[in-house]
């Protein structure tokens, strides 16, 4: 398996500019997720998927869209970029959620943008 | 979600054991405690999770008190490939807005 992946590693964007960031998995998990880290912080929750078709909001989804047309795929979408976009973006998936337990997630290699 | 602290860092030396601290006051009855490690320039990846006492794996300990409004990770002889950013997380088995805070950095020494 090649677990989660992102595309591309590295990408530098004009303000106003949109893009696709790219996340795929294939371990058929149900739960997918957008995070962002900017320098000296954890990770911010932009969007998040219980499975295909079902997407809803995190704690920072301002200037962010997402959808979930198969389980294995899940893009994040910038809009128009704005210089406070600069960060990087990792995607995650798990299993779900266990009854007794949390499952864990399984986190990508992170993509690094830089809007000027 | 029950808020959580941990100290920002902690510096330690090769073969020494490190205890990470994470304070949950507010947890609930069916919430869960989860650590993850960050390497530079990875993902976050998932190390222990525990619910009560101590659970044991390969790579920590989790020690967690009876009041369960704390826990502590504990990282037997470290080295310096343990340098990494370790996240607390606290949340029940639907969390589905698991929340990452700063974590703590810990840097070891030679």
């Known amino acids: 398996n090649a677990g989660v992946t992102q595309t591309p590693k590295f990408q530098v964007l004009k303000t106003g500019q949109s893009m696709t960031l790219q996340c795929a998995q294939d371990m058929n998990h149900e739960y997918m997720s957008w995070y962002r880290q900017d320098p000296g912080m954890g990770l911010r929750l932009i969007h998040y998927?219980?499975?295909?078709?079902?997407?809803d909001q995190g704690e920072v989804p301002n200037g962010y869209n997402v959808s979930r047309s198969t389980t294995e795929d899940f893009p994040l979408r910038l809009l128009s970029a704005a210089p406070s976009q600069t960060s990087v973006y990792f995607c995650?998936?798990?299993?779900?959620?266990?009854?007794?337990?949390?499952?864990?997630?399984?986190f990508g290699p992170g993509t690094r943008l830089l809007v000027l | 979600l029950a808020k959580t602290t941990q100290p920002i860092s902690m510096d330690s030396y090769e073969g020494q054991e490190v205890n990470i601290t994470c304070s949950h006051n507010?947890?609930?009855?069916?919430?869960?405690i989860t650590w993850y490690q960050q390497f530079p320039s990875q993902g976050p990846r998932f190390i222990i999770q525990?619910?009560?006492t101590k659970v044991t794996n390969e790579v920590a300990s989790l020690f967690i008190p009876a009041d369960r409004k704390s826990s502590t990770l504990s990282l037997p002889r470290v080295s310096l490939s343990d340098t990494a950013v370790y996240y607390c997380l606290v949340g029940h088995p639907y969390d589905y807005k698991l929340s990452f805070g700063a974590g703590t950095t810990v840097t070891v020494r030679a």
């Open positions: 995650a998936s798990s299993k779900g959620w266990g009854d007794t337990f949390q499952e864990t997630q399984y």
């Open positions: 998927s219980v499975g295909a078709g079902i997407t």
């Open positions: 525990g619910y009560k």
């Open positions: 507010n947890i609930a009855t069916n919430d869960y």
